[in-house]
């Protein structure tokens, strides 16, 4: 798909979700990416210390399945990510499946922005939540961009 939905597509209440089990894998190549080598997330012995007893995922890994869930679904493709608010309200664990659902709450068709209610859950327990904002295109700004 090259184009996701266009902002006259869209209403209040559309959802989509999108769903990933973390690997030890995943968390490693997080971590290099990202630069956080934070040994609560790649060391078995440190995390074991801590109020997690083991390794945890970084909050900003599951964060980006929100990202995956907009770029991919709804509005998918060619939409805009602005803004992101988060809390972190649970640990997600190696061989938790993380979903990631977004949810319009708002637009304003005006300025071509649409608000999302967003949640990570791990069996139904809320482990992200938050809102975003997002910049949808038009139909018309898209042909005359095409033009």
């Known amino acids: 798909m090259q184009q996701g939905y266009y902002l006259e597509d869209l209403e209040i209440g559309m959802t989509a979700s999108f769903s990933k089990t973390v690997t030890d894998a995943d968390i ?3 971590s ?3 630069g956080d080598t934070n040994p609560v997330h790649i060391s078995q012995e440190f995390a074991e210390q801590t109020m ?3 390794r945890i995922a970084h909050g900003m890994l599951s964060a980006g399945f929100i990202s995956a869930a907009f770029g ?10 602005l ?3 988060l809390r972190f309200r649970a640990p997600v664990k190696i061989g938790d499946t993380v979903t990631a659902r977004v949810t319009i709450k708002k637009m304003d068709q005006e300025r071509r922005r649409v608000t999302f209610d967003t949640t990570c859950t791990v069996r139904e327990r809320v482990v992200v939540d938050g809102e975003a ?9 898209a042909s005359q961009a095409a033009e």
């Open 28 to 30: 490693v190549l997080f």
């Open 32 to 34: 290099g990416v990202s």
């Open 52 to 54: 997690f007893k083991g």
């Open 72 to 81: 991919t679904k709804l509005p998918g493709p060619g939409c805009i990510y």
């Open 83 to 85: 803004s992101q608010n």
């Open 133 to 141: 904002l997002l910049m949808v295109a038009s139909r018309a700004e």
